[in-house]
C-alpha cells in the first residue's frame, strides 16, 4: 500500500484514501487503549518544557500502539511523534503523531482530548515545507471522530463537513490556547484582554487538534493559537481546510509553530488584521516550545 503519484505529483485519490482509512484505523484502536486502561488517577510520568508540561504514562503506551500498527502496514514511512521524536523513512510519506494531545485534559478526566495521526508530505520539522494529505483526530471520550484527505474533504463520524459563511467580527465565537512557559503565557492573557471585546465570547478547550475540528463542525467560528508543534495541528489543519476553513499563520506567513489561525472567509482575514495589531505573534519566546495543553 503505497502513496503513488497521480499526474499532479502528488498522491492520487485511492492513495489518500487508503491513507485516510489507515490514520482512522489506528486512531481508533489507540482510542480504545485510552479508554481500557486509563486508571482513576492518572499520575505524571515526566515534565517537558515546563512543569505543567507533562507526559503521562498513557502517552508514551499510545504512541508505542501507533508507531507498531503504522510501521506494521507501512515500513517504508518515516515517523514523527511527540514523546519520542523522529525516525526517516523513504516513501515521502512522514506519520505525525500526538498520542494524547490534551494529556492535562487527560490528567484531569476533563472530556476534551484526543488521539491524532496525520500523514503528511515534505518534512514536518520545517515550518512551511510539509504538507498535511491525511489525517484523523479521534475523542476517546466523546467516541467522536473527525477525518479528512486532501481532496477528499472532511467528515465527522462519516458525515461530510463544511463550513458555513461566517459572522461578523464582533459577532464570532473564538477558541485558543495557552503556551506553558510564563512569559509566553502573559504575553497570550495580553492579547486576549484587548481581543475579548472585538468579539462574541472566547473559549479555550485545552486541545488543538479539536480546535481546529470546532471550526469544521461550526461548533466555534474562529480558532488561533501560537507556539503549536506539528503534531499539534496537523490532522486538525487537514480537517478544517478540507471543510472549507482557510488555515494560515500571521503577516503572510504558513500556518506553523509562530501562530495558526483558522476560520472561513471572510472572518479568517479579518481575526488575522486583528491580531496582527495586537502583536499576537511577537511574544518574544520561542517557536514550538509548548502547545495548549496546559
Request: charged share 20%.
Amino acid at each position: 500500500m503505497n502513496a503513488l503519484p497521480d499526474a499532479t505529483g502528488g498522491p492520487s485519490a485511492s492513495a489518500v484514501a487508503e491513507l485516510v482509512a489507515l490514520a482512522r484505523s489506528c486512531a481508533l484502536r489507540a482510542g480504545d487503549l485510552v479508554r481500557a486502561e486509563r486508571p482513576d488517577r492518572p499520575q505524571v510520568a515526566a515534565t517537558k518544557s515546563s512543569p505543567t508540561d507533562v507526559v503521562t504514562a498513557m502517552d508514551r503506551a499510545v504512541e508505542e500502539l501507533l508507531k507498531d500498527l503504522l510501521l506494521r502496514a507501512r515500513p517504508e514511512d518515516g515517523l514523527l511523534g511527540e514523546e519520542d521524536g523522529g525516525r526517516p523513512g523513504t516513501s515521502g510519506v512522514t506519520w505525525v503523531l500526538d498520542p494524547v494531545d490534551g494529556t492535562v485534559n487527560y490528567l484531569y478526566g476533563l472530556p476534551s482530548y484526543a488521539v491524532s495521526v496525520a500523514a503528511v508530505l515534505g518534512n514536518p520539522s520545517v515550518p512551511g515545507q510539509w504538507t498535511p494529505v491525511a489525517g484523523c483526530v479521534h475523542n476517546p471520550q466523546t467516541r467522536e471522530t473527525w477525518t479528512a484527505g486532501a481532496g477528499l474533504g472532511a467528515e465527522l463520524d462519516g458525515r461530510p463537513l463544511r463550513v458555513q459563511d461566517p459572522p461578523r467580527l464582533s459577532a464570532c465565537l473564538v477558541a485558543t490556547g495557552f503556551g506553558y512557559r510564563k512569559d509566553r503565557r502573559a504575553s497570550q492573557a495580553r492579547v486576549l484582554a484587548d481581543l475579548l471585546p472585538r468579539v462574541r465570547d472566547v473559549r479555550r478547550l485545552g486541545c488543538a487538534s479539536i480546535d481546529l475540528c470546532m471550526v469544521a463542525s461550526g461548533r466555534v467560528d474562529g480558532y488561533y493559537e501560537r507556539g503549536l508543534n506539528p503534531w499539534d495541528i496537523a490532522a486538525g489543519m487537514l480537517v478544517a481546510s478540507e471543510a472549507g476553513a482557510a488555515v494560515r499563520g500571521l503577516r503572510g506567513c504558513p500556518a506553523g509553530p509562530r501562530f495558526v489561525l483558522a476560520a472561513a472567509e471572510p472572518l479568517c482575514g479579518q481575526l488575522a488584521a486583528c491580531l496582527e495589531d495586537l502583536g499576537a505573534d511577537g511574544d518574544g519566546g520561542g517557536a514550538g516550545d509548548g502547545t495548549d495543553a496546559s
